[in-house]
């Protein structure tokens, strides 16, 4: 049975499931159609360092780099709309191969042109992110997006990080404007 979690209540995925290192994690959201486009969820993963900075730019995972240089993080193509059921995105990660520099690993959730279009948080809704397990693809813990963001249109929405050789996953929700690029200019 998957672990809801809770914002800023971290679980250890090594308690969880011993052994542990193939993760898939997934982002969902369902279809919008505002002013006319439809909405356009992004998942991002931010590789950082001890610091809270991505090492070199190919540590920054997202629809236009969907692999890091150590190969531990694939990303697998982007969703423009949010059909269907399950996942829109999802992005593979095996914590055995990742960079000794990487720390942490935060997830981010953008709206694609937003400005231009007049999208935001306020529009998305059922919006979610879980953590699998990458071998029997069994949902290992999840984090569903309640709060409305109204007017928000970039998001960290979970983290993994490291703890004495273990793996933390921790639920963030924590909202900013000024899309990708403002997250961008923080971890950088």
Request: charged share 25%; hydrophobic share 35%.
């Amino acid at each position: 049975m998957a672990i809801s979690l809770e914002k800023k209540k971290p679980i250890s995925l090594v308690k969880e499931k011993p052994g542990l290192q193939k993760i898939v994690a997934g982002l969902g959201w369902d279809e919008a159609t505002i002013n006319g486009h439809k909405v356009d969820c992004d998942v991002s993963v931010f590789m950082l360092g001890s610091n809270g900075k991505i090492p070199q730019d190919e540590f920054f995972i997202f629809y236009n780099n969907l692999n890091c240089p150590d190969g531990a993080v694939k990303h697998l193509g982007d969703s423009r709309a949010g059909e269907g059921e399950g996942d829109d995105e999802s992005v593979n990660i095996d914590l055995s191969r990742l960079d000794s520099r990487i720390e942490f690993l935060y997830f981010a959730v953008t709206i694609n042109e937003s400005e231009e279009r007049g999208h935001h948080f306020g529009n998305v809704e059922n919006s979610y992110i879980n953590i699998r397990n990458g071998i029997d693809n069994s949902i290992l813990c999840q984090y569903e997006l309640k709060e409305n963001f109204n007017g928000q249109d970039s998001l960290i929405i979970a983290s993994i990080s490291r703890n004495n050789g273990a793996w933390n996953v921790e639920a963030l929700g924590q909202a900013f404007s000024g899309g990708l690029g403002t997250l961008i200019e923080l971890y950088q």
